[in-house]
């Protein structure tokens, strides 16, 4: 090794993100990752690609034919937020076999070491780790694999992902490193921001908006009604104090900070916008307000994802030439990867 950095990458910039396909999204997916992936459509990528990770969603037990309406719903939701199918990339992970395959061999490149240093393993696995399964533990893998199939330039990922991000980068590194191809795959950079990057529960600001959360009163549902919303927002946690009139006034009110967020987030303007116009004001007048701002927003989207899930077939055509277009980017990264490698052609 020498401290000779290498050649930079060169090649086009493509951005790459997925979801799992998990039933009941609701506002953190929008404010954290659908709302993003509209807003690059107008950045100049040559591809903007989004998966739905159903392989990810496997490494804990699944109904299947749940996971299959699950896939479809959440491509739905990707199209009913605004994602333009001629422009984007939408498909199924499991439709092209690349992931996997590029997956294995990059269980062959990182290092236990690293996988072990990944917090969210031990967060989701919790005390009974001896019975997770295999693929939760290298699922940080597979997400490498599932970004640099595609020589991905760039992430949009919320904080908490930023840790098996900065794993891809590595194993990017490494395996260039490896395989004496310098500047082969990318190092991949993440897309982290706006006001609302991390959606908190809306009875705790501790914790990170869930469909998990036994309590349906910590998260706005996609599906919920305008009186459901406006109910939660009226019953979300804050303090007896007013609005702060600066940022500064945010620090140790995670809570109130949350609020803050969401609401900029969803009127598109910054938290200091948000406290320049209601610092000093209680909550009684802007609960209802952001609520107003929530239904207003999410309304059409819910109604279009609801039109979409009533044309199954429409998301099951968008979803498969999705994936025929995503195996093409797919398959020539892969077929150099093997020649590199030393794999038996095929």
């Known amino acids: 090794m020498t401290d000779t950095p290498p050649p930079p990458y060169v090649g086009p910039s493509r951005v790459f993100s997925g979801m799992q396909p998990t039933n009941g999204l609701h506002l953190g997916n929008y404010l954290g990752a659908l709302k993003r992936f509209v807003e690059l459509e107008q950045d100049d ?36 937020a605004g994602i333009d199918p001629k422009r984007s990339i939408v498909f199924a992970q499991s439709s092209v076999t690349a992931h996997v395959e590029l997956g294995w061999i990059f269980n062959c490149t990182a290092r236990i070491g690293w996988l072990n240093r990944m917090t969210q393993f031990k967060e989701k696995a919790g005390k009974d780790r001896e019975n997770a399964s295999v693929g939760l533990y290298g699922y940080p893998v597979l997400q490498a694999a599932d970004i640099l199939a595609y020589k991905g330039t760039h992430v949009p990922v919320g904080e908490d992902q930023k840790q098996h991000l900065e794993l891809s980068r590595d194993i990017a ?43 349906d009163q910590s998260r706005i549902n996609l ?60 909550f009684g007048a802007f609960k209802p307000a952001l609520a107003d701002l929530a239904i207003a927003r999410l309304g059409p989207v819910a109604a279009e994802m609801r039109r979409y899930m009533a044309e199954p077939a429409e998301v099951d055509r968008i979803l498969a030439d999705g994936g025929e277009r995503a195996a093409a980017i797919a398959a020539p990264v892969l077929a150099d990867v093997r020649r590199l490698v030393g794999l038996w052609a095929r």
Not at 176 to 199: C, H, K, S, T
Not at 264 to 278: G, H, P
């Open 223 to 282: 599906a919920d009604d305008p009186d459901a919303i406006a109910q939660k927002f009226r019953r979300a946690t804050t303090d007896p104090h007013p609005l702060p009139e600066t940022e500064d006034g945010l620090e140790g009110r995670a809570e109130v900070d949350n609020l803050v967020g969401i609401y900029a987030a969803l009127a598109d303007i910054s938290k200091a916008r948000v406290l320049s116009e209601w610092g000093g004001k209680g």
């Open 45 to 80: 990528f040559e591809h903007r690609i989004y998966c739905v990770v159903d392989l990810h969603a496997i490494t804990v037990r699944q109904d299947p034919e749940a996971l299959r309406g699950n896939v479809r719903e959440v491509a739905a939701a990707f199209l009913a």
């Open 173 to 215: 590194q490494k395996f260039n490193n490896d395989f004496d191809a310098p500047a082969f795959f990318p190092q991949p950079e993440p897309l982290i921001g706006g006001p609302a990057a991390r959606v908190m529960s809306l009875r705790d600001g501790a914790r990170k908006m869930s469909k998990s959360d036994p309590s």
